[in-house]
């Protein structure tokens, strides 16, 4: 069924039009905090002096939907958020009382946990927002609005409360969405941020048409198409379990006894360990803003920029292990063995109990090992492209950007589907 189709169909339900309205306004709050200037900002400056950066900072400023280098309110977008999230997904292996916490506190333990986020994403933010300050007052034209003594002091203090605000009210946005709307909230902060950008990609692309270099815009094209059909494709791919369930006799009628199957899809996470992986792969150039000029930020411009050897290959490692990560917490497939066994069911030719979820753990890391490497592969496809055509600057970001746009649209889509199914209509499946 057509992404459209879905949409109008979850649009006659008065509860999932709510929310679709509801996640439509918190986009259209962001984009506007996108638009506000932070006060004592040259935007032109700030401007000239990322252009002049190169791809280095590329990542980021695709994120915040060109408020990085705009200098508005929202320049730190939802990445302090994503950082912080991954931290404590990763303090959570490490350390047993968040882990309990985790497993074992239910509801309450989550809510622990979403706080304890939050506070780290203040401090991430104030990190960011220093290392941006700093970006400001280098160059060789300062994007800082000069002031003396006291009121310098007081003007630099406002940019970073600014900022930090900027980036707590993104993560409220985020989160509301996930609690009210439809879909995952940090990626429909994402999606908008990237959509936002689209007029600018159209232009440049004509741009280039109009300087000789007609064969970019094919290009463009040709790897959206391919980046499109591969993830279509493979979302929909998935390995099936033989499951046989024993038939019980309660009463006196007859229970089971029909075949079925467990289904484990090729790319079960989604775009996340895309976004976990950019995430942590722009922390260097985050770190380099706070020595601008220095032999540090020279050497990430000299050897990781996006058409590095040593960029592309550490992406791709970084994306699968990711995709191992977030599927091990995920996934737990004792759980999973121990409900088939309480249930009657066997998986023909394996025993119940741990010879089920060891033959599941199999499996399970025998898809995620492909599926890891098709997300791997499809993320430095268009780095490769940049390389070949070195005049489609741009084209390796343009190139995530589709990823990332098509990876939450068919997410968003399955959720309004699930909740579609939840409530009994079956107009959808027509």
Not at 166 to 178: D, H, K, R
Not at 277 to 294: C, D, K, L
Request: charged letters at 10%; a positive charge.
């Amino acid at each position: 069924m057509g992404i459209l189709e879905t949409l109008r169909n979850a649009w006659k339900i008065a509860d999932l039009r709510k929310k679709i309205l509801y996640t439509l306004f918190i986009i259209v709050l962001f984009r506007i905090g996108s638009s506000i200037p932070v006060p004592f900002i040259n935007a032109d400056a700030l401007g000239a002096y990322f252009d002049a950066q190169g791809s280095l900072l590329g990542y980021l400023n695709m994120l915040s939907g060109n408020a990085l280098t705009e200098g508005t309110i929202f320049a730190l977008t939802i990445q302090p958020y994503i950082n912080a999230s991954i931290i404590i997904q990763l303090l959570t292996i490490a350390i047993p009382a968040l882990e309990r916490l985790q497993k074992d506190g239910g509801e309450e333990g989550q809510k622990k946990i979403n706080q304890i986020t939050r506070y780290v994403t203040v401090g991430i933010a104030l990190l960011q927002g220093y290392g941006y300050l700093v970006t400001l007052k280098s160059g060789d034209t300062p994007a800082l609005v000069p002031a003396e003594g006291f009121a310098g002091i007081l003007e630099q203090i406002a940019i970073v409360l600014v900022l930090i605000a900027g980036s707590c009210l993104v993560m409220w946005l985020g989160e509301s969405i996930t609690e009210k709307g439809i879909g995952n909230g940090i990626s429909m902060i994402l999606f908008a941020s990237i959509v936002s950008r689209g007029p600018q990609i159209v232009l440049n692309l004509i741009y280039n048409i109009q300087i000789g270099n007609w064969y970019i815009p094919i290009v463009v094209i040709l790897m959206a198409l391919i980046i499109l059909a591969f993830i279509v494709f493979m979302d929909s791919a998935e390995r099936r379990i033989p499951i046989q369930y024993a038939k019980r006799q309660i009463g006196r009628k007859m229970y089971g006894g029909q075949n079925t199957h467990l289904p484990i899809k090729v790319v079960m996470t989604g775009v996340m360990p895309i976004i976990f992986t950019y995430a942590i792969i722009s922390i260097p150039a985050t770190i380099a803003q706070f020595f601008p000029g220095s032999a540090f930020d020279n050497f990430l411009k000299a050897y990781f920029s996006q058409t590095s050897p040593a960029y592309i290959i550490l992406t791709f490692i970084l994306i699968i292990a990711f995709n191992y990560f977030y599927i091990s917490i995920q996934y737990n497939p004792v759980e999973i063995a121990n409900n088939i066994k309480n249930n009657g069911g066997t998986i023909p030719g394996i025993r119940p109990g741990k010879p089920t979820s060891d033959f599941i753990i199999k499996t399970v890391n025998k898809v995620t090992l492909f599926g890891a490497l098709f997300l791997g592969v499809i993320a430095i496809l268009p780095y490769i492209v940049q390389i070949i055509f070195p005049a489609a600057n741009g084209i390796a970001l343009g190139g995530t950007s589709v990823l990332i746009v098509v990876s939450v649209s068919l997410e968003t889509v399955k959720q309004l589907e699930a909740q579609m199914l939840m409530r009994h209509y079956k107009g959808f499946l027509e």
